[in-house]
């Protein structure tokens, strides 16, 4: 399955994002579907997670109650909306999908990776 990324941009602090990640060759129904989020000279780090059917997600404490993370599996799309963006949002952003059923937070537990997009949150 191959994964594409869109949505990041410029944004003023306290604006909002609306990202998504599109699959092709294959649908995303049986993906564990994430984001994760990179910044020069640090690791990949987790953002949110969402299950095979929606029902259940996840978020990283540094997002939570500011992301939204959804999924249509019959557009093969996975959207991460952002809120109350603050400059330390400011990162490259990845969504990645993975097999089964277990909700995994580390990036090497990923198979299948968007190229990313850049979000840039001004002060």
């Known amino acids: 399955v191959q994964l594409q990324a869109s949505g990041g941009g410029l944004v003023q602090a306290g604006g909002c994002l609306r990202l998504s990640c599109t699959a092709s060759g294959r649908t995303i129904s049986s993906f564990i579907m994430a984001w994760f989020r990179q910044t020069p000279g640090k690791e990949r780090e987790f953002v949110s997670i969402?299950?095979?059917?929606?029902?259940?997600?996840s978020y990283a404490d540094s997002v939570k109650g500011r992301f939204t993370i959804s999924r249509d599996n019959a557009k093969s799309t996975v959207y991460l909306q952002m809120n109350v963006l603050k400059p330390e949002d400011t990162a490259v952003y990845y969504c990645?999908?993975?097999?089964?059923?277990?909700?995994?937070?580390?990036?090497?537990?990923?198979?299948?990776w968007g190229q990313g997009t850049l979000v840039t949150v001004s002060s």
């Open positions: 969402i299950s095979l059917d929606g029902g259940s997600t």
């Open positions: 990645a999908g993975r097999q089964g059923t277990i909700l995994a937070r580390l990036f090497n537990q990923y198979r299948y």
